[in-house]
């Protein structure tokens, strides 16, 4: 357990890195690549964390879809080389409580349920059937609730594109 | 089964995997380069290729590569230098990571990953990250425009690709595709075991989608509007010289191989021969000589499946940008679909 330990602090400080580079950079595209960073890291986190179909899809839906689909749109629209001034929000300062806010939330969400539990440290790996057996049985519900969400931005992403 | 492996210690296991990887990438790379992008493409224009280095021009390649490392690593001045540098890395980078779930034989593989062909559809995805990174680094509006074309080209079918192999999963019963090359050569025709099962019968509908994604991932020609040499240039590879043109060129061929290998494990049969054969009943059976016969059977098959997509490269013209959209998403995802429905309504039917 010691050596997946390590391993997570070194990954976690590169996501912190990361993260904190997103908001301060001076550029679009800069911006957008270190948030690749930190999922990757996310991603490799997941695979420290034995759940290596979540991590794959990590990488498929963030990196693969979600921030190739973000570079595509800035670089279509406005994505200039360098430096450039105008980047912040007048309203940044915002963003602080509210992530502590968030951050707050989560730590009480995690320390109520879980308290001094620990990892197993032989956990095994989980594998793809038993994952669809969760989805498709006990959690069917949550899952269907999603989709129709997914459902509802495509529908609006058509309006939205449709001239008439 | 792992007796074999289990004598070797962690780190010599490591060390293996790591050189046949390089090996399993930079040969197929090289073969397709001479067999077929210098000899097959002359003979098909009634002409010789290269013939002046080795016997038949065979030691051009080695010729090309020194003639690269010489040339001058170019950066445009208003160039994005980090971003720049470090693009062809990462298409490379994706090349090697595709080739870690591919089995070679038995004991012959780099990682068993569970869920392997999903693996191997979401890091070849990453390559899209640095063409776009190319093209928007390269401060040209050539490259740009390559770029983003490239990235709205692989997005659009890389939905195909995924939908033609669930198929092949949805049979199988398994993402492992150790397990799949299993399925293939323990299955049977209608009880009979004589060729084993493969894919390509029952799912060939899947098959040629799967190819057609193939050689649009690839950006091969007719799908070459990426880098349509007679409107762009080189689309985002226009600025790159020397040692990083050099690895976009080698990404380019090495994703070939690399993806027609993972096509022979999906639908032809992968590293196994027809295990009624010689009586094995199981991954367990095979014998080990299998860690020998496997790589070379697969590189066969890799050479065949090689060979049909740059007979279509040398053969069609390009299609337009609009054409290449309309025939991913109005014709191959809905095929793809169907195929989906029919092979799981007949895998509960049987």
Known sequence: MVAQNIAFGIIAAIMVVGALRVVTVNNVVHAALWLVLVLAGAAAQYILLTAEFVAVTQVLVYIGAVMVLFLFGTMLTRAQLGREKKLNNSTWYLGIPTSLLLLGVMILALTSSFGNEKLPTDSEIVSTQAISDQIFGPYLLPFWALSFVLLVAVIGAIVLARKD | ?350
């Open chain 2, 1 to 350: 089964m792992y007796a074999l492996l289990s004598s070797i210690p962690y780190w010599g296991q490591t060390l293996l995997r790591l050189l046949g990887g390089a090996v399993a990438v930079l040969l197929p790379a090289g073969t397709i380069v001479y067999l077929f992008l210098f000899k097959m493409m002359s003979f098909m224009q009634s002409r010789l290729g290269p013939m002046e280095a080795g016997p038949y021009g065979s030691m051009q390649l080695f010729a090309e590569v020194g003639k690269w490392l010489q040339k001058e690593d170019l950066l445009p001045e208003r160039a994005d230098s980090f971003v720049f540098k470090i693009a062809p890395l990462i298409v490379l980078s994706s090349t090697f990571l595709l080739v870690a779930v591919v089995p070679f034989g038995p004991d012959a593989w780099f990682t068993n990953f569970e869920a392997g062909v999903f693996y191997a559809l979401a890091v070849s995805s990453v390559s899209v990250l640095g063409i776009l990174m190319a093209g928007w680094s390269s401060a040209n509006k050539y490259s740009l425009l390559g770029g983003l074309r490239a990235a709205g080209q692989l997005i659009a079918y890389e939905l195909p690709m995924i939908l033609a192999v669930v198929g092949v999963v949805i049979q199988a019963g398994s993402m492992n595709l150790q397990n799949i090359v299993v399925a293939q050569n323990a299955g049977s025709i209608f009880g009979w075991n004589g060729l084993g099962n493969p894919y390509l019968l029952t799912q060939f509908v899947g098959f040629v989608v799967f190819m057609i994604a193939v050689q649009a991932e690839l950006t091969q020609t007719p799908f070459d509007m990426p880098i349509a040499e007679s409107e762009l240039v080189s689309g985002y590879m226009t600025e790159y010289s020397g040692f990083r043109f050099l690895m976009f060129f080698i990404g380019e061929f090495a994703t070939a191989g690399v993806f027609a290998f993972i096509a022979s494990v999906l639908f032809l049969g992968g590293w196994g021969v027809p295990f009624s054969w010689f009586g094995w009943s199981g991954i367990n059976d095979v014998d080990s000589w299998m860690n020998v016969g496997g790589p070379l059977i697969m590189l066969t098959k890799m050479l065949g499946l090689v060979f049909i997509i740059m007979w279509v490269r040398f053969s069609y013209p390009r299609f337009r940008e609009d054409q290449l959209q309309r025939f991913a998403w109005k014709v191959l995802i809905p095929v793809s679909l169907v195929n989906i429905m029919a092979t799981s309504v007949l895998k509960v039917a049987f």
